[in-house]
């Protein structure tokens, strides 16, 4: 506007101007107001521009936020922060941390790697509050450092272990609550960072915080809906999601898989002469003797009320009896509250196997056959497990008259 009014004013005034200046006045006068003008026509195509930029960056980051609230899966939450913070936001280097009670903070994703259980190599402890990461932390506010080595309150032991020589830090803060921080900048001094850059940086942590806090939530929640409440092993709705997985990846990669199911043998006298209460810290006892029998690939869920499944990948017949044998060994010499008032006077257990594909090609057979094998063997006499040799024959194994490995193979 002030443009177009000084124009006005130019054009009225050239005439008296120029009809009393030299010729050699007229085109230095000329000269200059030609600059001038082309230098507001610059500053207005870079304003328009800059204002363009702006809008644009508006745009993208609105759109990151948006994907941030919207996914519930902790990991990808995790990727999709480091994604847009290395890519989007032009950094060599990214690194989320969570802060854990005794002040260590947990590298959880770095460009490349994410993994909830941390990455030991960018883990450290926070020993010292007056450095930048212990102020960031106390005070909840992003702090920016243009060059690591010019910035005495910068701990180089850190920042030279995530090869940084510029760096911004980002708290996550959720209702005045720090879950943690977010380490991102480069190995290269090559960005001048500006008040902007980081208004901008901060939105999208702040929004990170958030997303990060509802999939932790999200995923406890999950957590909750396959754990059985009582003996915190996987509950039935889970056991059938996974058995019928893991048959599907033994038939994809030509493996075996065994399935037993356990029955805790005359539970129901058991809770009848000795109470409820007992008979759930009975269930959770079993529960925890059965995981330390078990390998880390192993699946163990509460099939039904006293019943137990049990999921032994890559484990042929003769293996998953050794397993079986050996959990109802312990269980059955180990010393339960009230075992005297059981029929043998001890808790014992019945267990049935079948192994895919030996007795069959489908899941749900298979815990069909599992479960016929574990009914024989209540059949038989309990105490004892069988194994499911054919789909129309089941053979009785006898181990009584001889202890079970120490541990599971």
């Keep these: 506007m002030l443009i177009i009014i000084f124009l006005f004013i130019l054009t009225i005034s050239f005439t008296e101007i120029f009809g009393w200046l030299n010729p050699l006045s007229r085109i230095f006068t000329s000269a200059i107001i030609f600059i001038f003008l082309f230098y507001q026509y610059h500053r207005i195509r870079q304003f328009g521009k800059a204002k363009s930029l702006s809008q644009e960056e508006l745009t993208r980051t609105n759109e990151i936020i948006h994907a941030l609230l919207t996914t519930m899966n902790l990991n990808k939450l995790l990727s999709l922060i480091m994604n847009n913070l290395t890519r989007e936001k032009n950094f060599d280097s990214a690194f989320i941390y969570f802060i854990e009670k005794d002040n260590t903070l947990r590298c959880i994703a770095t460009k490349g790697a994410v993994t909830l259980s941390g990455i030991r190599r960018f883990t450290f402890t926070l020993e010292d509050r007056d450095k930048i990461i212990g102020r960031t932390i106390k005070s909840g506010l992003p702090v920016m450092v243009q060059d690591t080595k010019k910035n005495y309150m910068v701990d180089r ?4 272990k995530l090869q940084l020589k510029q760096c911004i830090f980002l708290p996550l803060v ?76 033994a038939r994809r990669y030509n493996s075996i898989l065994s399935l037993s199911i356990i029955d805790i043998d005359f539970f129901k006298n058991y809770n009848d002469r000795n109470g409820h209460l007992a008979g759930d810290t009975c269930l959770k ?15 163990v869920a509460r099939y039904g009320g006293e019943e137990f499944a049990i999921i032994l990948p890559a484990t042929d017949k003769f293996g998953a009896t050794r397993i079986i044998e050996k959990i109802r060994y312990d269980i059955e010499r180990y010393p339960f509250e ?10 014992t257990i019945s267990a049935g196997i079948a192994t895919f594909p030996d007795d069959t090609k489908e899941s749900r057979k298979l815990i069909e056959l599992a479960d016929q094998s574990l009914y024989q063997a209540k059949k038989l ?18 181990f009584q008259a001889r202890p079970p490995p120490s541990r599971p193979p």
């Design 338 to 347: 009230f075992r005297h008032n059981q029929p043998a006077g001890k808790l």
């Design 381 to 398: 006499g309990r105490n004892r497990v069988i194994v499911c040799v054919s789909n129309t024959k089941i053979q009785q194994q006898f």
């Design 157 to 160: 032991e850190i920042t030279d």
């Design 174 to 249: 959720v209702q005045d609550k720090i879950l943690g921080l977010i380490i991102t900048g480069n190995s290269k001094t090559k960005i001048d960072f500006t008040s902007r850059d980081l208004s901008v940086l901060n939105t999208i942590s702040n929004q990170a915080a958030i997303a990060l806090r509802n999939a932790q939530l999200y995923s406890k929640i999950e957590e909750l809906s396959i754990i059985d409440e009582l003996t915190q092993i996987y509950n039935h709705r889970f056991f059938q999601q996974k058995i019928r997985e893991e048959v599907e990846l």
């Design 285 to 299: 006892q079993v529960a925890k003797i059965i995981l330390q029998s078990l390998r880390k690939t192993d699946i």
